[in-house]
């Protein structure tokens, strides 16, 4: 039997490309999961790039038949499936890790006499008191 490169439907994370290659290669989905975070580490773009166009152009278990247009309008679909947040607390959680990651990068990128303890406690206190002011007008 011919073994073909598919995206895996049961080792599957975000699209399955991992599991996929993991499958293909007969090892742990865990193994090459890490070897591309590694990777992601030090080529973070390049990566995305890679995993990204890996997803539209490896088929998902029983659609190869399916064009490549059509396979990447439903990955559009599935990512923006995932990524959704599903409830108020998911979006907290998404803003206060953007803050702090914008926070983390203003700090490496142009240090200032300002500590990044300073600056996130600044926007922990935003954050708190936009919380409570938009729950007073429900």
Do not use: Q
């Not at 007969?26 to 992601?40: E, H, N, S």
């Not at 599903?86 to 200032?112: N, Q, R």
């Amino acid at each position: 039997m011919e073994r073909k490169l598919r995206r895996s439907s049961k080792n599957r994370v975000l699209l399955g490309v991992l599991g996929g290659i993991a499958e293909y290669l007969g090892t742990d989905p865990v193994l090459v999961r890490l070897g591309y975070l590694l990777l992601f580490i030090f080529h973070p773009v390049a990566m995305t790039v890679f995993y990204f166009l890996a997803a539209v152009i490896m088929p998902s278990e029983g659609e190869e038949d399916e064009d490549v247009e059509k396979r990447a309008e439903r990955i559009v679909g599935e990512v923006k499936e995932i990524v959704t947040p599903d409830s108020e607390e998911e979006k907290l959680a998404g803003i206060i890790l953007l803050v702090l990651g914008a926070l983390l990068l203003v700090e490496t990128v142009a240090p200032t006499s300002i500590g990044v303890r300073t600056v996130l406690a600044l926007a922990l206190l935003g954050l708190g008191s936009l919380l409570l002011l938009r729950g007073e007008g429900r």
